[in-house]
C-alpha cells in the first residue's frame, strides 16, 4: 500500500488559543508565486464573498480584514501540529510539517 505525503510550508505557528497548532499551506498547492502570496490570495477571495454576502444581506461583514480570518474558525490554513507533525488529510494522503531541528 502506497501513501501520499505532501510538505507542508509553515506560515505562522503563533497560535493565540497556545494549543500547538500552525498555519501552513501544502507544498503541492501553491503552483507559482510564494506560500505567502498564495495564502493571501485565499485569504482575500473569503473577504471578498464576506463582505458580498453581507451586502446582499444588509448587514456588517463578518470581517473586516484578512488579519481577522487568520486564527479565525473561517481559516482554512489551520492544521494541528507541533515542530514536526504529520497530518492524515485523507486515506493515504499525509502532509508533512517541519519547523526546525527535532533532538529525539
Same mark, same amino acid.
Given at each position: ?9 509553515c506560515?505562522?505557528?503563533?497560535d493565540?488559543?497556545?494549543s500547538g497548532r ?5 507544498d #503541492? ?5 510564494? =506560500?505567502?502570496? *498564495?495564502?493571501?490570495?485565499?485569504? @482575500?477571495d ?8 453581507a451586502?446582499?444581506?444588509? /448587514?456588517?461583514?463578518? *470581517? @473586516? ?15 494541528? /501540529?507541533?515542530?514536526a #507533525?504529520?497530518?492524515?488529510? =485523507? =486515506? ?5 510539517f ?7
Open positions: 500500500m502506497s501513501k501520499i505525503i505532501h510538505f507542508g510550508v506560515l505562522d505557528n503563533k493565540p488559543l497556545l500552525v498555519r501552513g499551506v501544502f #503541492s498547492t501553491f503552483k507559482s508565486g510564494s =506560500a505567502v502570496d *498564495y495564502d493571501e490570495s485565499v485569504l @482575500t473569503i473577504l471578498s464573498d464576506t463582505i458580498e454576502k451586502g446582499k444581506e444588509g /448587514g456588517d461583514p463578518k *470581517y @473586516t480584514s484578512i488579519e481577522d480570518i487568520k486564527w479565525s474558525v473561517d481559516d482554512p490554513h489551520i492544521i494541528p /501540529g507541533g515542530v #507533525s504529520l497530518v492524515c488529510t =485523507a =486515506a493515504d494522503n499525509y502532509i508533512l517541519g519547523s526546525g531541528v527535532v533532538d529525539n
